[in-house]
């Protein structure tokens, strides 16, 4: 099964000429995490105002990035193919350094097989 769907992905990020990474659905994710973990402890004297401030951020720069990405799909064929191949590269090496920035080369303390 595990077999089964990492062909899946496989296959989806071959097929796809931008990386399907979805930084919108990650940050409002974390926006709700971030709201159980803070209903959890009523009376901590924990600011959860950083947190929420740096999830505004995150979500901001996601829909840029979105947009941008909807933008480059739907012009197909408004750039030449130059320009295209380069913005198309621009705009995956920008996703793969996001995704980069939320992993440890160390992993997690105590679970070091995690990375992410």
């Not at 995704?99 to 995690?114: C, D, I, K, S, V």
């Amino acid at each position: 099964a595990v077999a089964s769907v990492w062909g899946l992905i496989a296959l989806r990020l071959a097929d796809d000429e931008i990386i399907p990474f979805n930084y919108v659905s990650y940050a409002s994710e974390l926006e709700e995490s971030s709201k159980v973990v803070e209903d959890g402890c009523p009376g901590c004297a924990v600011s959860f105002s950083p947190l929420h401030k740096s999830i505004k951020q995150l979500e901001k720069a996601a829909m840029k990035i979105h947009m941008e990405k909807k933008v480059l799909q739907a012009d197909k064929w408004g750039l030449n193919t130059r320009e295209r191949t380069l913005k198309v590269r621009e705009m995956n090496d920008r996703l793969m350094m996001a995704e980069r920035a939320f992993t440890n080369r160390e992993g997690l303390a105590g679970r070091p097989w995690y990375k992410h």
